[in-house]
């Protein structure tokens, strides 16, 4: 074992110090959104909620599972994710493919132009008006269409294909085998990393996504989980929630809880899902931003 200098000791223990500082930073406000959702009613007027719920109370959850506008932004977004992820990652990896063969001819103004797309963005007004002459407004196209592929992901996942030993598809293409069906059956199976990577990012996009909604879409039916905590969190769509559904509920509830809940459940899907991504996530992102 290497034993460490003085400078070096000190190195390691100010990257814990702030390491442990930034994730302070991050915790402390989830744990205290956590704690908020389930309190009492009464400590919550009384601001004593700080780290630690004050009197175990899931009134606040059952009210908020009990809203039918809750359920139905839920099943929204459930269904823009799984449709939007997967048109993300047939465009993504249908694109990287041929741009990473050194053998595409076209691949380089190719790419110039995917790039160009990156640096120069659509401005918010001629994407709303491209979006409605395509009569994709108020209709659930419109949060999965304008954002079908993301040149940021491409590169990574282009970069990743060039990783991949040219022998060995150029054995497959020796076979007979089709451009088509060597990424799907070779190239594909190869890339789990950078393609559990890519999923992550594209389903969290989709996820958190509510700008789009927000501008496209009016129709309440089809506003999607995170469009709804935003107008809950910044109108009066808590206390009409709680006025509604208490008067036939004996439930002790506030509006102030009601959104923490609210919070809590939206944010909890992808939470429990990442940790059985983590390693894939890490690998991919190394190995897809760094290596030639």
């Not at 497959?172 to 890339?191: C, K, Q, T, Y």
Request: positive net charge.
């Amino acid at each position: 074992m290497i034993k460490q200098t003085r400078s070096e000791r000190w190195f390691d223990a100010m990257n814990v110090a702030v390491l442990l500082l930034l994730a302070a930073a991050i915790l402390i406000p989830l744990i205290h959104v956590l704690a908020v959702s389930l309190s009492e009613t009464t400590a919550l007027n009384r601001s004593e909620v700080k780290l630690w719920p004050i009197g175990f109370n899931l009134d606040n959850y059952l009210l908020v599972l009990k809203n039918k506008r809750f359920v139905n932004a839920f099943l929204v977004t459930l269904l823009v994710v799984a449709a939007g992820t997967l048109l993300n990652m047939a465009l993504t990896t249908m694109t990287a493919y041929p741009l990473s063969r050194t053998y595409f001819q076209a691949r380089r103004w190719m790419t110039l132009l995917v790039i160009f797309t990156m640096i120069f963005q659509a401005p918010l007004i001629p994407m709303y008006l491209l979006v409605r002459s395509f009569g994709l407004l108020d209709t659930l196209g419109a949060l999965i269409v304008p954002s079908a592929i993301s040149v940021f992901n491409m590169i990574l996942c282009m970069t990743f294909f060039r990783s991949l030993p040219e022998e060995l598809l150029e054995a497959a293409r020796i076979d007979g085998m089709s451009e088509f069906n060597i990424l799907l059956r070779i190239v594909m199976p190869l890339s789990r990393p950078i393609l559990y990577t890519l999923l992550l990012f594209y389903a969290v996009y989709h996820w958190n996504n509510y700008f789009s909604s927000l501008i496209f879409i009016t129709d309440p039916a089809k506003r999607p989980l995170q469009l709804y905590i935003f107008m809950m969190l910044n109108r009066d769509e808590a206390s009409t929630t709680m006025s509604n559904l208490t008067q036939i509920m004996n439930l002790d509830v506030s509006p102030k809880g009601l959104q923490m809940a609210t919070v809590v459940l939206a944010t909890a899907p992808i939470v429990m899902i990442y940790p059985f991504i983590q390693k894939h996530f890490i690998k991919g992102s190394l190995i897809g931003s760094l290596k030639e």
